[in-house]
């Protein structure tokens, strides 16, 4: 599956952003689908996670309450809606896929969310 991340930019603290990745392939159903995120001198961080029927979506404690992933099995696509965003929450994200059981091999190119103060 190729991945494909779009919609980040820059916003004020307190905003809200859209990310979106289309994936590639009609096996797109079959596979869990996370968000990650890097911020300069960190490490790769998942963010949210949605399984294949997208039931129970996992989130970090950092965004729990403020951020929600969602995802069209017909469309391919999985989203991330953020939502009263920090200076913290700036970094590189990216969507990735995985087969249930087996490690994140699949990544989309990363797109830049910047959230001034």
């Known amino acids: 599956v190729q991945l494909q991340a779009s919609g980040g930019g820059l916003v004020e603290a307190g905003g809200s952003l859209r990310l979106s990745c289309a994936a590639s392939g009609r096996t797109f159903s079959s596979y869990d689908m996370a968000w990650f995120r890097q911020a300069p001198g960190k490490e790769r961080d998942v963010v949210a996670a949605?399984?294949?029927?997208?039931?129970?979506?996992y989130y970090a404690d950092s965004v729990r309450g403020r951020f929600t992933i969602s995802r069209n099995n017909t469309r391919n696509t999985v989203n991330l809606q953020m939502n009263s965003l920090k200076p913290e929450d700036t970094a590189v994200y990216y969507c990735a896929a995985r087969r249930a059981g087996l490690s994140y091999r699949y990544w989309g190119q990363g797109t830049q969310v910047t959230v001034s103060s």
């Open positions: 949605i399984s294949v029927r997208g039931v129970d979506p």
